[in-house]
């Protein structure tokens, strides 16, 4: 009966029907392959955050630190030298920063950052006797009045500290713009 179907089809020119069967080897290969591929990337996941997870959080607030007492800051800018902890993603560093400081007209102590805001120099205090009680730069002569405002070549004032006095000690927090200006 069969035989005489197979016969029939042969010649009215259909095609006999193949089944698609998988092989041992391929059922093998896809399985495998597809476990492999899912463990994969439940380790690849845990590894990618692990490695960028630091660089992706928002960087924190500079800390206070304590920088000199407040009795020996005057109207004369002095220079102090202080470490910040600093977490930057994975690597951590206690730079050395400097800051001049100090008081203003109204009294309340004040403090600026000497990176020149031209290239990045360091400026310094009554450094040039053409320019007497401003902040000099010796790179390109950049010179700032005591508050920091900028009189030549720079194009912007010296950053200035966030500031506190508590219990007689001066306190520095997060650089920023120079607010005095
Ligand atoms: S870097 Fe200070 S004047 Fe150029």
Not at 52 to 79: C, F, G, M, R, Y
Request: hydrophobic share 35%; glycine share 8%.
């Amino acid at each position: 009966m069969n035989d005489h179907t197979n016969h029939d089809s042969q010649h009215h020119g259909e095609k006999p029907v193949k089944r698609r069967e998988m092989s041992r080897r391929q059922f093998l290969s896809y399985t495998l392959g597809g476990a492999g591929a899912f463990m994969g990337a439940g380790m690849l996941v845990p590894m990618v955050r692990f490695a960028v997870d630091p660089v992706l959080q928002p960087k924190k607030k500079a800390d206070w630190v304590k920088v000199v007492e407040e009795s020996k800051i005057t109207n004369e800018p002095k220079s102090f030298k202080f470490a910040v902890h600093q977490v930057d993603g994975w690597f951590e560093s206690d730079p050395e920063l400097e800051a001049w400081i100090s008081k203003g007209k109204d009294g309340k102590v004040f403090a600026l950052n000497p990176t020149c805001k031209h290239l990045g120099c360091t400026v310094n205090w009554n450094a040039n006797p053409e320019y007497k009680d401003q902040y000099y730069c010796p790179c390109h002569g950049a010179h700032y009045t005591p508050d920091g405002k900028q009189l030549a070549v720079a194009s912007a004032p010296l950053d200035e500290y966030e500031v506190k006095v508590e219990q007689g000690f001066v306190y520095l927090g997060q650089l920023g713009p120079n607010k005095r200006v």
